[in-house]
């Protein structure tokens, strides 16, 4: 399986702060790669898919990057509601054998 | 609006079974795969099963080792997930998603847990 490892798993931030969370995968899964967010009690929402494609009704200041291993979300200007936890899923698939899928373990963004 | 209305779930003493439902509304139900994802608080989120658009095809995660049947109907816009052979490590929050594209997931369940004690 392809292992997703994200870090920090944790930071603290504040208002208006850049933040940048990371995501580096197993193997080269070329940017198959996609970002929740999710609030305590709720469901993950969807935020980045192929590595930096903004999903519908996402504010412009979450952006994705990143191809190969290597994979960074970034919130450019942190609001309130932007405290939560970030995960990250990779979506490789190949036509000649099973490919779990799987997520990062994710990264809590707390108040300062 | 697309929603995905989970019922099921609840306690069961290990050994036991329960089943998982997920309603659809607000999409061509019969033109998306569906999947289940799971998330317990020590392994965090993690897939459990797909299947096809027409239920001709599943696919599991080789935790479930036949334990576990995903399954859905199309008529009903409801997918399944029949969980058999519980054990406490399958305790977790049970999401069904929706998959877009390959695979990405727009839209979540509300999730239902499944606790598994004796």
């Known amino acids: 399986d392809i292992q997703m490892t994200q870090s920090p798993s944790s930071l603290s931030a504040s208002v208006g702060d850049r933040v940048t969370i990371t995501c580096r995968a197993s193997?080269?899964?070329?940017?198959?790669i996609n970002w929740y967010q999710q609030k305590p009690g709720k469901a993950p929402k969807l935020l980045i898919y192929?590595?930096?494609s903004l999903q519908s009704g996402v504010p412009s200041r979450f952006s994705g990057s990143g191809s190969g291993t290597d994979f960074t979300l970034t919130i450019s200007g942190l609001q309130p509601e932007d405290f939560a936890t970030y995960f990250c899923?990779?979506?490789?698939?190949?036509?000649?054998?099973?490919?779990?899928?799987?997520f990062g373990g994710g990264t809590k963004v707390e108040i300062k | 609006e697309v929603q995905l209305l989970q019922s099921g779930g609840g306690l069961v003493q290990p050994g036991g079974s329960l089943r998982l439902s997920c309603t659809a509304s607000?999409?061509?139900?019969?033109?998306?795969?569906m999947r289940w994802v799971r998330q317990a608080p020590v392994k965090g989120l993690e897939w459990v099963a797909t299947?096809?658009?027409?239920?001709?095809?599943?696919d599991y995660a080789d935790f479930v080792e036949g334990r576990f049947t995903i399954s859905r109907d199309n008529s009903k816009n409801t997918v399944y997930l029949q969980l058999n052979s519980l054990r406490a490590e399958d305790t977790a929050v049970y999401y069904c998603?929706?998959?877009?594209?390959?695979?990405?997931?727009?839209?979540w369940g509300q999730g239902t847990l499944v606790t598994v004690s004796s």
């Open positions: 192929a590595a930096s």
């Open positions: 998603v929706k998959e877009w594209g390959g695979p990405i997931f727009d839209y």
């Open positions: 607000g999409f061509t139900f019969s033109s998306y795969a």
């Open positions: 299947v096809s658009t027409s239920g001709g095809r599943t």
């Open positions: 899923q990779q979506s490789y698939t190949s036509p000649l054998y099973s490919v779990p899928l799987t």
């Open positions: 193997q080269s899964i070329s940017y198959y």
